[in-house]
């Protein structure tokens, strides 16, 4: 069983930074690569980031490319989720999740094998 503990959530104005982290434990192989969903109120659950541990490539929602940037540890199997130029519409739960079974569709919650419980972002305007 993997934990996935998740930091960094809070309150922030319009325009305005957040780092959220994830950090992973319980398993003894590094996972395959992590990734930053999203769910506002009443909507999906919707993905924002991932990180592949093999090549260290990185994937974005259109939403966020340009203002977010996810890094990572692979060591630790800790990720960090980097907020810049917060808007309104950021609001939300993030979750964190890990994948052991490869990141081929980085954007699919069901390639995510274990989520954190995630971190609430709320943006005042």
């Known amino acids: 069983q993997v934990q996935l503990v998740e930091s960094g959530g809070g309150l922030v104005q319009a325009g305005g930074s957040l780092r959220l982290s994830c950090a992973a434990s319980?398993?003894?192989?590094?996972?395959?690569?992590m990734g930053w969903f999203r769910q506002a109120p009443g909507k999906e659950r919707e993905f924002v980031a991932a990180?592949?541990?093999?090549?260290?490539?990185?994937y974005y929602a259109d939403s966020v490319k340009g203002r977010f940037t996810i890094s990572g540890d692979n060591a630790k199997n800790t990720v960090y989720l980097q907020m810049s130029s917060l808007k309104p519409e950021d609001a939300a739960v993030y979750y964190c999740?890990?994948?052991?079974?490869?990141?081929?569709?980085?954007?699919?919650?069901?390639?995510?094998?274990?989520w954190g419980q995630g971190t609430r972002v709320t943006v005042s305007s």
């Open positions: 319980g398993r003894a192989f590094r996972s395959a690569g």
């Open positions: 999740a890990a994948s052991y079974r490869g990141l081929t569709a980085p954007a699919m919650t069901s390639r995510y094998d274990y």
């Open positions: 990180i592949s541990w093999s090549g260290g490539n990185t």
